[in-house]
């Protein structure tokens, strides 16, 4: 499967800025030239799997577990295995260049990575993200009381829909 199929066909409806933060309406080539240009700033290769994982990231709002990654690049057309994914995934998450968080039942979901933080429904495991810059003086609070470099802050609770039930 041609790796840029994927990415154009997913990037349509957003790419990603070399921070991997998500840009609405760009083109497919550019996308897929973002996502190389992230790579490679970490001193990764621009294999297909890379690129197209990248790509299903960028096109969708959210954040997706290795199974609907993999679904999501079949419905496209592609041919990686199940364990090509989670492999790309794991070393995508080594190099910072996507984020896991934590799901129900120990399931991560991944996204791209970027200024922004999690909340987390504690019933059915919606995942919303936070932009950071909303968050800077918690965060800030946060490092000044622990000593920890904060990376990220997961948010637990009930989402709106759960809250009605």
């Given at each position: ?131 950071g810059p909303q968050l800077a003086r918690i965060l800030a ?25």
């Amino acid at each position: 499967m041609d790796g840029a199929t994927v990415v154009d066909g997913a990037a349509a409806a957003g790419g990603v800025t070399a921070d991997g933060e998500r840009l609405a309406g760009t083109d497919a080539a550019f996308a897929v030239q973002r996502c190389r240009e992230k790579l490679r700033e970490h001193g990764a290769r621009c294999t297909a799997p890379r690129i197209q994982v990248m790509g299903v990231l960028a096109d969708h709002v959210g954040h997706l577990t290795v199974g609907e990654i993999h679904q999501l690049l079949v419905e496209a057309g592609g041919r990686l295995n199940i364990s090509t994914v989670y492999r790309t995934v794991e070393k995508l998450t080594g190099l910072g260049i996507v984020h896991a968080v934590p799901g129900r039942g120990g399931e991560a979901s991944y996204g791209l990575a970027g200024d922004h933080h999690h909340a987390v429904c504690s019933r059915c495991g919606a995942i919303e993200e936070i932009p950071g810059p909303q968050l800077a003086r918690i965060l800030a609070a946060a490092v000044k009381a622990t000593a920890y470099r904060v990376e990220s802050l997961i948010f637990s609770g009930l989402c709106p829909t759960c809250r009605l039930v």
